[in-house]
């Protein structure tokens, strides 16, 4: 019976404990410990033995005030996961998450993430791709590969297969510590090999004869930061006349090229190294809408001949 009388943050903060320091992602750890502040503040008295639907729907709408509804069915993932152990466990008698109802604010106007094919054309033109690996190179690398900036910065000579046109990713660079080092990737899926297109291979030929084999290229003479990719990326996209992106839009860039272009959404889920398809078609689901409206067409079309 103690367990039941434990306050609901506290059961929160201790499963978190448990199930996911050391089985998630630090930026994954970081979301669930934001959830945990957030209730702790939201519910600050309420105890396990008390959460039912009533008082968990109250949970869900005072967070939906200050937040988007998205952002609010993230929450509840999160919060749903722990007390669902909760009822598993006998610690409550019933699932309280069962029918909420989620809200949240109206979306603000969301900034254009990706460019488009004419634009990133113009950008990639506008690169000053030097004798030694640069900021202009590492955009030129994950606008043609997709790559997360931490997994680029990760990269050394080795990773770089020229002959076979390969890019072997398996681990990335601690870019935020002043001590730098190498990190596991995202997860098992992160781990990957990718396809490079010929031109970008003959161009890397170029600059990684003069690099060590295990170093990273990206960090040879000074610790490179996203903001300061990002920075650059501004630059160009303003003289250039384009959307503004970062270089985590560059990602999506990519991806969403290549949706347009027709690849399917398991070989493109495969290249980012996504965990699985759902995670790509939640990110690009404008995109596949898109692509479905104009299937449609086509498939209209087609019946009508025969």
Request: proline letters at 3%.
């Amino acid at each position: 019976m103690m367990r039941k009388n434990i306050l609901l943050h506290n059961y929160f903060k201790n499963w978190i404990e448990v199930y996911k320091v050391g089985a998630v992602s630090k930026r994954t750890l970081e979301k669930y410990w934001l959830s945990h502040r957030h209730l702790k503040n939201i519910a600050p008295d309420l105890r396990l033995s008390q959460i039912n639907r009533l008082t968990y729907q109250k949970i869900l709408n005072e967070y939906a005030k200050t937040h988007e509804r998205a952002t609010t069915m993230d929450f509840h993932h999160q919060l749903k996961s722990a007390l669902l152990d909760a009822y598993d466990d006998g610690l409550i008698d019933r699932d309280p998450t069962r029918k909420v109802v989620i809200k949240g604010k109206d979306p603000s106007e969301k900034k254009k993430k990706y460019l488009n094919e004419f634009e990133l054309k113009l950008l990639l033109r506008e690169l000053e791709l030097d004798t030694f690996p640069n900021i202009d190179w590492i955009i030129l690398l994950v606008a043609k590969t997709g790559l997360r900036f931490g997994e680029v910065m990760g990269l050394t000579k080795d990773d770089f297969d020229l002959e076979l046109q390969t890019l072997n990713v398996s681990k990335t660079w601690d870019y935020k510590s002043p001590k730098g080092g190498f990190k596991p990737t995202k997860n098992k899926s992160s781990i990957r090999k990718i396809q490079l297109d010929w031109k970008l291979s003959m161009q890397f030929s170029q600059i990684l004869n003069q690099i060590d084999d295990d170093r990273p290229i990206f960090t040879l003479d000074k610790r490179i930061f996203n903001s300061t990719v990002n920075k650059r990326l501004e630059k160009y996209c303003q003289s250039l006349g384009i959307p503004v992106i970062s270089v985590h839009g560059l990602r999506h860039t990519h991806a969403s090229l290549l949706l347009f272009a027709g690849v399917s959404i398991a070989s493109v889920a495969k290249r980012l190294g996504h965990a699985n398809m759902t995670t790509t078609q939640q990110t690009y689901l404008h995109i596949i809408q898109e692509l479905e409206n104009k299937d449609n067409t086509k498939i209209i079309q087609h019946l009508a001949t025969l």
